[in-house]
Structure formats: C-alpha cells, structure tokens
C-alpha cells in the first residue's frame, strides 16, 4: 500500500466550480476529486500561520506530504472568527412526487414526518442493514425533497442506488451541477450575512436545522441552517451561473469580520473534532448504525430498508451472539504527533482494528483517529497503540464530541 496519494496533471480540470478562477486568483492548492477541482488550502492565507503558530505542530514524515501548515490555520480562523467554503461538489439530490414523502421515509432510518422548511439528518441502510449512506433531508415543498450526501464518486453512487429504490411517480433528479453550494460558518457567521441580507438570522426566527430562501444582495439563495464544520453556520445554494457573485460577495462583506475561505484540510480537522462522520471512511455497508455510534439518528417506529436486518442483529446480540466492533474515537497522547487513517490499532502484539480517519485536531490540540474496536476497548480512557510508519503511538478512547 503506497502511503500517500500521488497527484499528477493528467485528467485534471475536468469538472470545475463557478468558484474556481476566484480560487485560482487566491492561489488555491487545486486537488482533483472525481474530477473536480477543490481547494485543499489557500496560499493567500499564508499569514494566517503566523497568528496560529504555536498550535500547529510540523509535519516532517509521511504524515506531511501534501500537507501544509495553512489547513491548520483556516480551521482556527473558522472556530475564532468565521470561513468561506466551496461545497459545490457535494452531491445534491431533488426527490419530487406524489409519494415522496413515503418514499423518503421509506428510505431514512429516521422519522421523516417533518414540515415544510425543516431538515433532518437521517441514515440510508442497505436490506443487510448496513449503512448505505448518511444524508441530510430537507423538506422544501409538500412533495418535494432536497437530499444532500457526500460528494465525489461516493456521491454518484448514492444518486445511483436512490433512483434504483424509486417507484414510478417519484422523480430522483441529480442537481449537483445545476447549483453552487457554500458555507457561511463560524462565531461571526450571522454578522456576515447580515451585511449582504435583511432576513432575520437570529436562533428564534431562523432556527438550526431549518431552511428559508431570500436574497442576497441580488442573488437567489436557499440557506440551510446546518455546517459540517460544526460552528454557526449556513449553507448556501443558488443556480449555479450566480455562484461566483455570491462567493465574491460574502468575501468583501467579511473582510472586516476575519473571514478567510478554506479548504478540504481544514474542513475535515473540523468535522472530525465534532465527531461527525464522513462516509466511505467512518462509514460504510460493513458497519450499522449502532456500531458507527449513530444509532439516535434511527426511528424503530417506523418503516425502512434494512430494519428487519438491523432488528435481527439486536436480537442475535441479545441472546448472546458475537458483539460487533465499535467505532471509537482516539486521540494521540503526544500532542505534537499525527498519523495519517488505514494503520492498526494495537494492544501489545494483538491487532483490534485499523484507523478509518486520521486528522490533527488544531482546537483539541492533538491527532484525532477514528477506528472500529472490539467492545471492550472503546470505553473513554481505554488506551491503545496505533502503528505509524514502524514507531508505536498511544493513544487514548475519548468522549465524543471532543468540542
């Protein structure tokens, strides 16, 4: 196994956002993800290590190829101040029918009974119950729906598996080109938009996990009260040819609030400090929702694929079966060393699992891993080894979320 990706210029710019020549303009280093071009970080915002130098550690191994210290100081910036982020690739779904609403249901582990304007974060299982996908589901219309899962090649292939699932008066259309998405997110988030909108973002009138749409500026926006980083924020989607405006906007409104974009590093040291899960890594058909630690985002009251699966699975451990690994979160005892995901967990010369994701966490102040462990080990305060290019690591289960 080669430790690293190896990036290279072939097949590349294949797919890029509205974004990109503003990204190129602040000296973004471009990734290519299932052919979009992605920020990982922004050279312009070089300065930004200087402010935050003493909570970035260096990298000098594998760990620090294709890295740079910037990831770190865009995500202290999102928790200190407020960030920009280009989500435009992540896959965006339109279910509209008749039988909508009992075809998401009948899709979601959880209770989709909600009203127009409301979102909820819910699981798709396969029949064995495995999870299939997680997603956040919002209800803009009476028969109409807006799903939204991860991105890249992952993505396609939940668009894929929705339409198979679809009965004939129910339409699954793909939009993920049709809109430009960004996130609005951090302390200083709702000063922001409230430069370029005179819609009331306060909690009261505009509550989380609930979505309006209005303009700004001049520019059609649905918001959706939710933030994969995990700070206050609001995810903005508009038809994709208003994209660069809007980026562009909300960059000149936040100069004087601290707002720099981020990248694809910072994003996931975020995510990972909230504990929230990224699919295809954390997350895939071997693991159910009880053992990913998402077993409160399922609704055994009601009707969905995989729950007679997952049913089965309860009784069997119940009556004594075999207890499937856990996920567990770990953090590295030595503040200044972080590892990168696929190597073992050790406990002596056992092997208990591997790390499924890896990231050092810039505000906790130490490497956060994700692994799937026997019961046994994720307790909080379980201590484990984790093997990283042949030196031992100890590594410690915490609590979850760690901010």
């Not at 970035?56 to 982020?85: C, D, F, M, Q, T």
Request: contains cysteine; negative net charge.
């Amino acid at each position: 196994m080669h430790p690293k990706w190896v990036w290279t210029d072939k097949q590349r710019n294949i797919r890029r956002t509205p974004m990109y020549h503003t990204h190129k303009e602040l000296d973004a280093e471009l990734w290519a993800e299932a052919g979009w071009e992605e920020p990982q970080w922004f050279e312009s915002n070089a300065d930004l290590v200087d402010r935050y130098e003493d909570q970035i550690p260096s990298r000098n191994g594998w760990e620090g190829k294709y890295w740079s210290p910037i990831e770190g100081a865009e995500a202290l910036n999102v928790r200190e101040n407020v960030g920009l982020h280009d989500m435009t690739s992540f896959n965006k779904m339109e279910v509209i029918g008749s039988s909508a609403p009992e075809f998401i249901q009948r899709l979601c582990t959880n209770n989709m009974n909600i009203d127009v304007g409301e979102i909820k974060y819910t699981l798709m299982c396969n029949e064995g119950g495995g999870v299939r996908a997680d997603v956040t589901v919002t209800r803009t219309d009476t028969d109409r729906y807006l799903v939204l899962t991860t991105g890249r090649e992952v993505g396609n292939n939940h668009v894929a598996w929705v339409r198979n699932q679809s009965p004939a008066n129910v339409v699954v259309n793909d939009v993920t080109s049709s809109y430009a998405a960004m996130v609005c997110t951090g302390p200083n988030a709702r000063r922001v938009l409230s430069e370029v909108t005179n819609v009331d973002l306060s909690d009261e009138a505009f509550p989380f996990f609930t979505t309006q749409e209005f303009y700004v500026r001049n520019v059609p926006v649905r918001a959706l009260r939710v933030s994969y980083a995990g700070e206050l924020g609001w995810e903005l989607y508009t038809p994709s040819e208003y994209g660069e405006q809007l980026w562009e906007i909300l960059l000149d409104a936040g100069e004087s609030y601290g707002l720099r974009p981020y990248g694809n590093g910072a994003l996931n040291a975020l995510r990972i400090e909230k504990g929230f899960r990224l699919w295809g890594e954390d997350l895939h058909t071997e693991h159910t929702p009880k053992t990913a630690g998402l077993e409160w985002a399922v609704d055994y009251d009601t009707e969905f694929i995989g729950k007679d699966a997952l049913t089965k699975r309860i009784a069997a451990t119940a009556d004594g079966g075999t207890p499937a690994k856990e996920v567990a979160c770990l953090t590295l005892d030595d503040p200044d060393a972080a590892i990168l995901d696929n190597r073992p967990v050790l406990d002596g010369d056992e092997s208990l699992g591997y790390v499924h994701s890896a990231e050092y966490g810039y505000t906790v102040g130490s490497c956060v891993a994700y692994a799937y462990l026997p019961p046994a080990y994720t307790d909080p305060g379980t201590s484990v080894d984790i093997l990283f290019e042949g030196t031992r690591y100890t590594a410690t289960v915490r609590e979850e979320p760690l901010v």
